[in-house]
């Protein structure tokens, strides 16, 4: 990394380098071993763009129908209508992303779980359940 900012620097001039985040491109700043990147949420959003999820749907016998989704197979639920399984599908996933963000430095090691990460953020960039639903291909 040739573009790497020094954290005293950033700390000096914070109002310009957030302006530069948002507005320019991403920064990555080193402090002491540590170095991190900063961007913007619409940055993150486009990154994040690619993780979205599939459903597995099945139509049961009394006409209810059942759902998981494939890249976190652990969501499920059930509706009477396909509409309202997905709305139920998407909650199961905000609370699960809620969850996972409070236990990330559990959850982000976990070998189980590590790579719900940037499916987890990606819905966390979402204002609001409608938006979670159109991540999920039905």
């Not at 990394?1 to 950033?10: D, I, S």
């Not at 961007?39 to 009394?62: G, H, M, P, Q, V």
């Amino acid at each position: 990394m040739n573009t790497v900012l020094n954290a005293t620097e950033v700390r000096q001039s914070w109002g310009s380098f957030i302006d530069a985040v948002t507005h320019e491109r991403p920064q990555f700043v080193r402090r002491n071993r540590d170095t991190f990147a900063a961007l913007s949420l619409s940055e993150l959003t486009t990154i994040l763009s690619a993780y979205t999820f599939t459903s597995n749907i099945t139509e049961e016998k009394d006409g209810s129908f059942t759902g998981s989704l494939n890249e976190i197979p652990d969501i499920l639920a059930m509706g009477p209508t396909r509409e309202e399984l997905m709305e139920e599908l998407a909650n199961n996933l905000l609370e699960y992303a809620k969850e996972y963000f409070e236990e990330y430095p559990l959850y982000s090691k976990s070998p189980n779980r590590k790579s719900h990460s940037p499916y987890i953020l990606h819905v966390l960039t979402k204002d609001n359940l409608d938006e979670v639903i159109k991540l999920i291909d039905a």
